[in-house]
C-alpha cells in the first residue's frame, strides 16, 4: 500500500515506543509475518495488541488506547448530547454536497478545519458547554468557515444584533424561511431578526436572495422554534415594561 505524503513515518517498534496512550514494554510472539508486543496503556491497563494494529491508528492521525478513549468518547458525548449534534450537524452542512442547501456551504468553500473535522472532544475543549437549550451554533464571519475563533454559542437575538450582521445573510434567510414553513408570520420573523419587514419580505419572495433554501435537519428546526419563541417572549415583556 503507497503511504500518503501527508501520512507520518513511524520508526520500528521497539521498548518505550509510544502510540498515542500505547507504550511498547515487550514483544510477546509472533503469529504468520506479525508481531505481537505488551503495551501499557496511560490509563494503567496492560494490553497486548498486533504491532501493526496502534501503527495503522497513529498513522492515520488516531491515538490509540486499551479501548478506555472510546469509553471515555461516548461517555463524554451522551454528558453533551446537544452539543454532539450540533457538531454532527455542522460536519453534514459542510460534507455533503448532495445536501438540500449545499450550495450555502460546500458551495461557497465553508468547511469544518482539521481540529474539529475528527474530534467532537477537540470542538467541546474549544467551544465548551452551550450555555442554554437556545444558543445555537453561530459563525462570527459568515464568509469563513468552522474553526476555533470563528465561532460561537449565540441566541436567535444576539445573532440577528451582531453588527457584523446588521443586514441579511443566507444564514437568516435560510432560517427565515424555515420558520416561515412552519407558520410563523412575515411580520413576526422581522421583528424577533431584527430585519426590516419588506427587506425580509422580498427575500422570502425570491426577488432577493435567489437560491437559497431552508434547512432540513428537524434537529435544526426545534432550536431555532424555542430560539424564537424566546425572543418573542422576550420582545413582548420589553414592550410591557416600557408601556408600564
Known amino acids: 500500500m503507497t503511504r500518503r505524503s501527508d501520512e507520518p513515518v513511524l520508526a520500528p517498534t521497539s521498548p518505550g515506543t509510544r502510540y498515542g496512550r500505547l507504550v ?14 505488551m503495551f501499557q496503556c496511560d490509563c494503567g491497563r496492560a494490553v497486548e495488541r498486533d504491532d501493526a494494529s496502534p501503527r495503522q491508528v497513529a498513522r492515520g492521525g488516531g491515538a490509540p488506547s ?22 454532527m450537524n455542522m460536519k453534514d452542512r ?9 450550495h450555502n456551504y460546500v458551495g461557497r468553500g465553508i468547511a469544518v478545519c482539521d481540529r474539529w473535522s475528527g474530534s467532537f472532544e477537540s470542538f467541546l475543549a474549544d467551544m465548551g458547554p452551550k450555555p442554554s437549550p437556545v ?5 462570527i464571519d459568515n ?6 475563533g470563528n465561532c460561537r454559542w449565540a441566541t436567535r437575538d444576539e445573532q440577528s444584533r451582531n453588527t457584523r450582521r446588521n443586514t441579511l445573510t443566507e444564514k437568516i434567510v435560510s432560517d427565515a424561511l424555515l420558520m416561515k414553513s412552519h407558520g410563523a ?7 424577533v431578526l431584527g430585519v426590516p419587514l419588506q427587506t425580509l419580505e422580498a427575500a422570502i419572495s425570491g426577488r432577493n436572495w435567489k437560491g437559497v433554501t431552508a434547512p432540513d435537519d428537524p434537529a435544526a428546526a426545534i432550536d431555532l422554534g424555542i430560539a424564537l419563541v424566546m425572543a ?4 413582548l415583556k420589553a414592550k410591557e415594561e416600557s408601556n408600564g
Open 135 to 139: 444558543h445555537s451554533l453561530d459563525r
Open 24 to 37: 511498547a514494554r515487550e514483544r510477546t510472539r509472533k503469529v504468520g509475518h506479525s508481531w505481537f508486543w
Open 185 to 191: 408570520s412575515t411580520s413576526y420573523l422581522a421583528r
Open 143 to 148: 464568509d469563513k468557515g468552522y474553526e476555533p
Open 94 to 102: 459542510c460534507g455533503r454536497s448532495t445536501r438540500r442547501g449545499a
Open 232 to 235: 418573542g417572549i422576550a420582545a
Open 66 to 87: 486499551c479501548g478506555c478513549a472510546r469509553k471515555e468518547a461516548s461517555v463524554l458525548r451522551s454528558m453533551h448530547k446537544s452539543e454532539y449534534q450540533a457538531w
